[in-house]
């Protein structure tokens, strides 16, 4: 099984960007964008999937998290150089791109600038845009906070402190929280220690980069989802209270070429438990 977690390459500006692969790396690819706090290393427990599946998953640090260095005042639209990149130095004509709840926006803005290479597009648990249409149905707090981060960052510091205190010191009350909030059943003890060791490798660098995603979700994305022409499928639980299925609901109605699956009775940890019906519905 082919699985290689600590890669980098030196992008074009001097930027040192980290991947990982796994799964087999002559099947199909497909592009991972990992969630909040988060990072490459997010694909571990997946590698069997997809390798059985003959996939071959490339999951990228975004810059400031895990080895990707950091870039400072980026855009969501930077980001695309820096997996135009990527793509060109790995021989990838094609591929999908998939983005995990605060994934969604780089993998969004991916389909929307390069359609000739993004055979499909996937958003599941997804984070929208910050407009009250879109955030209505969220937790109360997190509705406050994410219309605050781009117009006052020291509460975008602040959040993303917390994030990182706990998960170098108190991982187990983050245990505790997480399994209260969001799904008991799928969210075994592996997957929690796996889950753990993913938001810890986010911070290697420090807070920096996570503390710039949170400005950037609240700010002018740069780009409108109604431009994205790439085929969607967008996968969101019923009674998520952190990213709610109506989030889904606003991105198929501006992408028309789009499919929403909304799963009932699940919240936040939909991607766990359906890996492989995603997988196989990006790589058909």
């Known amino acids: 099984m082919h699985s290689k977690e600590n890669q980098t390459i030196i992008l074009s500006d001097g930027r040192k960007l980290g991947f990982a692969e796994y799964g087999d790396t002559r099947g199909k690819a497909i592009l991972i964008c990992h969630g909040w706090p988060g990072s490459r290393l997010g694909m571990n427990k997946f590698n069997k999937i997809a390798h059985d599946l003959h996939l071959h998953l490339i999951s990228i640090d975004r810059p400031g998290y895990g080895l990707s260095d950091f870039k400072k ?5 930077d980001w695309v150089n820096d997996v135009e990149e990527l ?5 990838l004509n094609k591929f999908a791109i998939l983005g995990i709840s605060g994934g969604a926006p780089y993998a969004a803005v991916c389909a929307y ?3 000739k290479q993004i055979t499909k597009l996937g958003i599941v648990s997804g984070v929208g845009p910050t407009i ?10 997190w509705r406050f906070l994410i219309k605050q981060y781009a117009k006052k960052p020291y509460l975008a510091t602040i959040g993303t402190e917390i994030h990182y205190i706990e998960s170098k010191f108190f991982p187990k009350l983050f245990f505790k929280w997480y399994k209260r909030k969001f799904d008991k ?3 075994t003890k592996d997957i929690l220690n796996q889950i753990a060791i ?7 660098n420090g807070i920096k980069g996570a503390k710039h995603d949170l ?4 700010s002018d994305w740069g780009f409108n989802l109604k431009n994205i022409k790439t085929k969607t499928f967008l996968w969101y639980g019923e009674v998520d209270t952190l990213v709610p299925a109506s989030v889904g609901k606003y991105y198929a109605s501006k992408i028309k070429s789009s499919q929403l699956y909304i799963y009932p009775k699940e919240a936040h940890s939909t991607f766990i438990a359906h890996a492989e019906e995603i997988f196989k519905e990006l790589a058909k």
């Open 73 to 77: 005042n980026r855009t969501l639209l």
């Open 132 to 141: 009250d249409e879109v955030i209505k149905d969220n937790d109360r707090v």
């Open 198 to 204: 993913n938001k810890k490798e986010a911070f290697r």
């Open 113 to 115: 600038k390069m359609p």
């Open 185 to 187: 059943q799928i969210l």
């Open 87 to 91: 793509v060109t130095k790995l021989q």
């Open 215 to 218: 400005i950037l979700y609240s």
